[in-house]
């Protein structure tokens, strides 16, 4: 059963500063996602990354993947207020069965 | 990607009671996919649809509960059944296309 671990849960972070959320999984899959959810919205996709090295860039928000290590991290550059939300990955089922299983969220709070 | 028009996006039903929540697509899709999100959680699959054929449900929910309809390839509905206020969570349409992952805008259901 594929499971889908990130942390930290909970970050309060001040503006300008960085940090890194991290997406751990427990079976072979090669596709991964991350998400934004401000509260009482639905999910906004970040980014999608399909192979092991991926590398995405947006603004202050970047995330690779590490298909061998299972791994998946959003870093934060520069902090500001705006981004504050709740940030999900989630990864294909390892069966194709064009699922995909989320983590357990974390949320973001940038202090101005 | 997909765009996803999911009502109604609230409603407060009474105990006991069943509601309807409807996914239209504006692109043809084989799978689409109902998740539930309680309250400060994350997104919990319930059951994939497939045009044509029974949905498939995750452990845990079952059709008595949750029955779904996906009557053509750009909609389907949920049916959440005999409610108690367990039931008070935000369900999401979701669809698949191009690697990502396009979410509707949510139903937020009160059960009193």
């Known amino acids: 059963e594929l499971k889908v671990e990130q942390n930290p849960l909970f970050l309060s972070m001040q503006e300008g500063k960085n940090y890194t959320i991290y997406c751990n999984y427990s079976?072979?899959?090669?596709?991964l996602y991350w998400y934004r959810q401000d509260p009482g919205k639905s999910l906004e996709s970040l980014f999608v990354l399909l192979s092991n090295g991926a590398v995405k860039q947006e603004g202050r928000l970047m995330a690779s993947l590490d298909t061998k290590a299972r791994l998946s991290t959003l870093h934060i550059t520069a902090a500001v207020h705006d981004l504050s939300a709740t940030y999900f990955c989630?990864?294909?089922?390892?069966?194709?069965?064009?699922?995909?299983?989320f983590g357990k969220g974390t949320r973001l709070h940038i202090l101005p | 990607s997909a765009v996803i028009s999911q009502k109604p996006s609230r409603d407060i039903c009474q105990r006991g009671t069943s509601l309807t929540i409807q996914c239209q697509v504006d692109?043809?899709?084989?799978?689409m996919f109902w998740y539930r999100q309680q309250p400060g959680q994350s997104l919990t699959l319930i059951a994939t649809a497939n045009q044509g054929s029974e949905a498939t449900y995750e452990s845990g929910f079952v059709i008595d509960k949750f029955p779904i309809s996906r009557p053509n390839l750009t909609f389907s509905t949920l049916t959440v059944s005999n409610m108690s206020p367990e039931d008070s969570s935000i369900y999401l349409c979701?669809?698949?296309?191009?690697?990502?992952?396009?979410f509707g805008s949510g139903t937020r259901l009160t059960v009193v």
């Open positions: 989630a990864v294909d089922s390892a069966f194709r069965d064009d699922k995909i299983i």
């Open positions: 979701s669809v698949g296309i191009n690697y990502g992952y396009t």
């Open positions: 692109s043809q899709v084989t799978m």
């Open positions: 079976t072979t899959s090669d596709r």
